[in-house]
Structures are given as structure tokens and as C-alpha cells.
């Protein structure tokens, strides 16, 4: 079916930069937004940034103006580019592929990528 691979996270001290990568691979006829979530421990995951087929961006409060989300249409990849990090970015990010048609399913879906671990050291 869909597998997202992301890629790009570690370790940084704070005010370092990141930059993380989801690329959806499968059969895939279309997409209609992708996104990165975030879940740091003993919280719920919470959406971070999402980017829709448009090119239409939004961002949490906690990181607007650090953190921009991106997307290569053609290669059904979305990346995250983190800059001037904070202790509190700290979690794991997952990417997420939203309304997601496939050439075997004439329904829309969601795929989750495994998880890629971000820590910022004060």
C-alpha cells in the first residue's frame, strides 16, 4: 500500500537547526495534505505544520516562525526545516499523509510514518 519513511531527526542544542524528511511511497494517484505531528512524553501528539496539495501552509503557535514546512508534489515528499530549537521541541515527529488516493482504493485515507526522535539539549 502507502509507507512513509521519515528521515532527519537527533540530537541539537538549543538554537540549533534541523531539517526533517517524509518521503510516501506506494501506489499513489494523489494526495491532499501532508503534515508532521509531534508527541513528547507523557503528552498527546499534536499537529506541529500542514502543507496542502496548494501549497497552503498552517503552523502551531508554539512554532511559528522557526519551524517551515515544505513539499515536493512530484516526489510525494514533505520536509521540515527547524531552526532556533528549543528544549521544549523535544519529541518524537511523525509525518503524516492526509486523503490519500490510491490506484487499488477509491477511498481516501491516512498514513502514518514510524516516528523520527528530535531532542534539544538546553
Known amino acids: 500500500q502507502v509507507q512513509l519513511v521519515e528521515s532527519g531527526g537527533g540530537l541539537v542544542q538549543a538554537g540549533g537547526s534541523l531539517r526533517l524528511s517524509c518521503a510516501a511511497s506506494g501506489s499513489i494517484s494523489s494526495i491532499n495534505a501532508m503534515a508532521w505531528y509531534r508527541q513528547a512524553p507523557g503528552k498527546q501528539r499534536e499537529l506541529v505544520a500542514v502543507i496542502s496539495s496548494g501549497g497552503t501552509t498552517n503552523y502551531s503557535d508554539s512554532v511559528k516562525g522557526r519551524l517551515t514546512i515544505s513539499r515536493d508534489n512530484a516526489q510525494n515528499t514533505v520536509y521540515l526545516q527547524m531552526i532556533r530549537l528549543k528544549p521544549e521541541d523535544t519529541a518524537v515527529y511523525y509525518c503524516?499523509?492526509?486523503?490519500?488516493?490510491?490506484?487499488?482504493?477509491?477511498?481516501?485515507?491516512?498514513?502514518w510514518g514510524q516516528g523520527t526522535q528530535v531532542t534539544v539539549s538546553s
Open positions: 503524516a499523509a492526509l486523503g490519500v488516493l490510491t490506484t487499488t482504493t477509491p477511498i481516501r485515507d491516512d498514513y
